[in-house]
């Protein structure tokens, strides 16, 4: 029984590496017709080259043909490689390396690091255990609570890493529910979606943030964190508001069971006098941290610099090690240096002001292209 497992496994690994090859050839095939249907006969051969470079990246992306960070690999690798061969006398290939010490994957790092002390010192858990009985034992509160307090920890956590955690605490109530429950299938559903939602209200909840940021930075609209948050937080709530309204009418209605938290006693609130100490040090430095970029622009102390706080506090005071530091999420800097690069050729060559001034003779409502943008976003980047 074994052996027919290992076979069966063996074979479904070779259809899938067969099935990426394909997809990845797809992707540089569709990339070269796309490219030469956009491309005008003004645009240079470095142009041409960015412009065939974002519509490969993206079907990568689309098609997961090769793993998100390898894709941000190949776009710098890419770009050094064209520019180092282009003419113009701007060009400059070494700005393109330099995308990994951006502010913005500083920021990030700083970002990883208190996520992973928050684990290690079971600061999240606490967190939840504290937070979720306050919602009460009300099928539809309960709900809310997860959704919330989901968000709020994805807003310093990868949303990954934050569904993980909170499905493998909340499993006790699957259990006792059951799988076919309703309330079950609005967990699952809101779980994933409250991580998703709750990223967008920092810089460092998602790559997308970081990528955005740095794009309008190169482009000489600074944001900083706290301006983040202001535009961010609440369009997250309200987004997660309406989600939990939607599953509340979906699945739960005026369902009245009475839920039981006793799984919360599993999450032990004993710690020895060195765990006290570490978790009190991790507390104090990711307030100090929240202040110093909440404040930046008054204290003038750069998020970079202030991202350094929680980098050097826990590997100084032993919080984190060798093996922690090792486990942290290396690959999303990569995936954001990769998008940093590539917003950085695409401004630079000119070609998104070309497209714009393109679009803009088209006589289309703004609603019209509001819409069939959403739509084609919905289509290939909500999988």
């Not at 010490?101 to 600061?123: C, H, N, P, R, Y």
């Not at 809101?190 to 790559?207: D, E, L, R």
């Not at 937080?233 to 009245?256: C, D, K, S």
């Amino acid at each position: 029984m074994v052996n027919i497992f290992q076979k069966l496994t063996q074979q479904f690994s070779q259809l899938s590496k067969k099935k990426k090859i394909v997809l990845f050839l797809l992707s540089i095939l569709s990339a070269i017709i796309i490219t030469l249907l956009l491309s005008d006969p003004s645009f240079t051969r470095t142009q041409n080259c960015v412009l065939f470079l974002l519509f490969f990246a993206i079907f990568l992306w689309v098609t997961e043909a090769t793993p998100p960070f390898a894709v941000g690999i190949l776009i710098i690798g890419f770009l050094v490689l064209i520019m180092g061969k282009s003419d113009s006398e701007t060009a400059n290939a070494m700005k393109y390396l330099q995308t990994w010490s951006d502010s913005v994957i500083w920021l990030f790092l700083g970002g990883f690091f208190l996520a992973e002390a928050m684990k290690k010192t079971s600061l999240d858990m606490l967190l939840l255990k504290y937070l979720l009985p306050k919602f009460g034992t009300n099928p539809r509160n309960v709900l809310w609570g997860l959704m919330l307090i989901t968000a709020l920890i994805s807003m310093l956590m990868s949303n990954t890493a934050t569904t993980a955690m909170m499905i493998a605490t909340i499993s006790p109530i699957f259990t006792n529910l059951g799988k076919k429950s309703n309330l079950s299938r609005a967990l699952l559903l809101g779980i994933p979606s409250a991580a998703s939602v709750g990223g967008m209200g920092t810089i460092i909840g998602s790559a997308p943030n970081a990528i955005a940021v740095g794009a309008l930075e190169n482009m000489g609209y600074p944001i900083s964190f706290l301006e983040w948050m202001m535009m961010g937080m609440p369009i997250a709530l309200l987004l997660l508001y309406i989600f939990w309204r939607v599953l509340v009418a979906r699945y739960i209605g005026n369902e009245q069971t009475i839920l039981q938290f006793d799984f919360l006693k599993n999450i032990s609130m004993t710690f020895n006098k060195e765990e006290k100490t570490k978790r009190t040090v991790v507390l104090l430095i990711l307030l100090v941290t929240l202040f110093c970029w909440l404040t930046s622009k008054w204290i003038d102390i750069p998020v970079a610099a202030a991202s350094g706080i929680p980098i050097v506090g826990l590997t100084m005071f032993g919080i984190l090690d060798d093996k922690d530091v090792r486990k942290l999420p290396w690959d999303t800097l990569m995936l954001v240096a990769g998008g940093l690069a590539l917003g950085l050729a695409i401004e630079e060559q000119n070609i998104a002001s070309h497209f714009v001034e393109k679009i803009s003779h088209i006589n289309v409502s703004f609603i019209t292209l509001l819409i069939l943008f959403g739509f084609f976003f919905l289509l290939f980047f909500c999988k």
